[in-house]
């Protein structure tokens, strides 16, 4: 019985009931995209230490600096050891590399604990200068064993004067958090500087641990300082406060599409919910005509809840499976850096469906309520 | 004779901004079982107010209606709902078919409220078309029916769960001579050969004709 007076209801106007359920649906779509998406920006601050500190160009986050700011660093008081390393960009078509390569100081895994290796790997790395280790997800993604050579083209010429570089495979990486992490492979600073041509004895980024995290703000001080009028200026901070000062910018902008999306997604709650309750009003008379035939006021109060209730669950469930087929389209965008990143959790389904109650309840309360307690004879009075 | 209904003594009142409306004014009526009563009297007088409340659908301010046994009067809301599905069949002047259902989905309605198998429901269904000659429009929407044919799917409708009670609130006010004529053939036979008690307001004399007797409403009193 039920089933038929909410088909009736929705049957009714389809192209309305297509409308509503389709802006119902974009509202909840933008509801699933923002809270599944939203952990780019907040996931990344996480699990830095602040006994790292980072040295960057000042001026250029992509720039250079020589190999010597490194060891004015390791030079200072309170530095216990410093890690650092360049960057050798795979070019991406050529390559059995999807990500980056770190061309590192033998002492990354001891300074960037967020990277973790086997110590076998790490020893081979330390002793070998051919040997590389590989991200877990990348070696997974390209079937990578230990014991292959990882060979890619990159964008820096080897000393034979091709584009062509060639490591072991010793070992993977995992990350403790953002998979895009495990998109890359470190190999030997040395190895690389020496064979290549040009940017010789350059590094793109300083990791220092420090003794004592109350002294990072001497120490970012004094080297920053030192090379303030060198063509090579420097930016030294924590490894955490570097990392939330590369993301305020982008939080900033996280912080008005957030607003943008909210707003967007209350107006079409409150025109959708306007429709229904408008949709439901219309139907006096056919409600007074289901109470002569015996309807009781309670079953149509139920039914007309169960109509808004079915309605908005629809795009829900549409808008929530919208959000699931969106996930890998945003991770193929992203090149495989934000690979597995994202997940659509039991948590955003449930808070979306209960979401969609509020919206049906919201919707259809007062009109329900006007049918449960509709005179029959006043809808029927013809006058 | 037994009478189906009895209304004694009834009165009801309207407040309206302080003024009092007395629609009904101690009316008294009997309805024998199988009667086919016409109700008539000017607009206002109070003839649908009458039907409301010996169908159930009001309450009186004072008096008491006994119908099929029961006093309506004393009943709850929930309990007339269920009365009016048993005993209580319909037919109002603009048909007040829904209009996304097709002619057998309206007429299977009321069965909704019953624990009728759907094989059930649908022969009453068909029963009920096939009575008010019907039967081979089961499919269309009430968009696509005249208006007689229209308020024959509401007679059906009315008809389905085969109530003894036909309660018709000028029937035929909406339709030309020929298409109100079949209508009033048809709660004639009703009447006559299926037994059902039937009320009918009117304003039309010529409809009045097809009834057993005609009562006439004025200033909340009848007169015959
Ligand atoms: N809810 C109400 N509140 C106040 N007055 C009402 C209410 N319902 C009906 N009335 C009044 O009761 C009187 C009788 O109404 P009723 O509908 O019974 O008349 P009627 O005889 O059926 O008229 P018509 O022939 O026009 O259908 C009218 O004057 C009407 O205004
Ligand atoms: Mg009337």
Request: glycine share 8%.
């Amino acid at each position: 019985m039920y089933w038929t007076l909410i088909k009736t209801g929705l049957i009714r106007k389809r192209i309305r009931t297509f409308l509503t359920i389709m802006s119902l649906f974009v509202a909840f779509l933008l509801y699933g995209s923002l809270q599944t998406f939203s952990s780019i920006f907040t996931g990344s601050v996480k699990g830095l230490s602040a006994q790292n500190l980072i040295v960057m160009p000042r001026y250029d986050m992509f720039g250079k600096l020589p190999i010597s700011v490194a060891q004015y660093v390791e030079s200072l008081d309170g530095v216990e050891d410093v890690m650092y390393f360049d960057y050798l960009m795979p070019i991406k078509l050529e390559s059995m590399m999807d990500g980056v390569v770190f061309a590192s100081s033998p002492n990354f895994f001891d300074i960037y604990t967020r990277f973790q290796a086997p110590d076998e790997a790490k020893q081979a790395l330390k002793s070998t200068r051919s040997s590389t280790i590989v991200g877990k997800l990348m070696a997974e993604k390209k079937g990578i064993k230990i014991g292959d050579k990882l060979s890619f083209k990159s964008t820096s010429m080897n000393q034979d004067g091709s584009y062509n570089w060639s490591f072991d495979v010793v070992g993977f990486y995992t990350v403790t958090q953002l998979a895009g992490d495990e998109m890359a492979a470190i190999v030997n600073y040395e190895s690389v500087d020496e064979a290549r041509l040009s940017e010789k004895g350059t590094i793109s980024m300083i990791m220092a641990r420090i003794a004592n995290p109350n002294m990072a703000d001497s120490i970012s001080d004094k080297v920053d300082d030192r090379f303030m009028n060198s063509s090579y200026a420097t930016r030294t901070g924590p490894e955490s406060m570097m990392a939330v000062e590369m993301a305020s910018e982008v939080a900033d902008i996280e912080l008005i599409m957030t607003a943008i999306l909210l707003s967007v997604f209350f107006t079409i709650l409150l025109v959708s919910a306007n429709t229904m309750s408008q949709s439901i009003r219309e139907r006096t008379i056919e409600i007074g005509v289901l109470k002569c035939l015996g309807y009781k006021d309670r079953q149509l109060f139920v039914s007309v809840m169960l109509e808004a209730t079915f309605l908005t669950f629809c795009a829900t469930g549409l808008g929530l499976l919208g959000t699931l087929l969106l996930i890998p389209v945003v991770e193929q965008l992203s090149d495989g850096v934000l690979a597995n990143t994202f997940n659509l959790e039991l948590e955003i389904i449930f808070g979306g469906f209960i979401l969609g109650l509020i919206v049906a309840f919201l919707a259809a309360s007062v009109p329900a309520y006007q049918a449960l307690t509709l005179r029959v004879v006043d809808a029927l009075r013809e006058d | 004779m037994i009478n189906l209904i009895e209304v004694k003594e009834v009165s009801k009142i309207y407040n309206r901004g302080g003024e009092t409306l007395v629609v009904l004014d101690g009316l008294s009526l009997e309805v024998p079982k199988g009667d086919f009563l016409a109700l008539m009297g000017p607009s206002g007088s109070g003839k649908s107010t009458l039907l409301n409340l010996i169908s159930g659908l009001d309450s009186p301010t004072s008096g008491s209606i006994i119908a099929n046994g029961k006093h309506l009067e004393k009943m709850k809301s929930s309990a007339l709902s269920d009365w009016r599905a048993g005993n209580v069949g319909f037919v109002f002047q603009f048909y007040n078919l829904l209009p996304v259902l097709n002619a057998k989905k309206n007429v299977e309605l009321p069965l909704l409220l019953t624990n009728l198998s759907a094989l059930k429901r649908k022969e009453h269904v068909a029963t009920a078309l096939n009575l008010v000659g019907l039967a081979d429009r089961g499919d269309h929407k009430p968009s696509e029916l005249s208006g007689g044919q229209q308020q024959r799917v509401a007679i059906a409708r009315a008809l389905v769960s085969d109530p003894d009670i036909l309660v018709c609130d000028e029937p035929t006010g909406d339709l030309d001579r020929e298409s109100a004529t079949e209508i009033l053939n048809l709660i004639q036979i009703l009447n006559r050969d299926h037994g059902k008690t039937i009320l009918m307001v009117t304003h039309d004399p010529v409809a009045a004709e097809f009834s057993k007797r005609t009562l006439y409403l004025d200033k909340g009193k009848l007169t015959h």
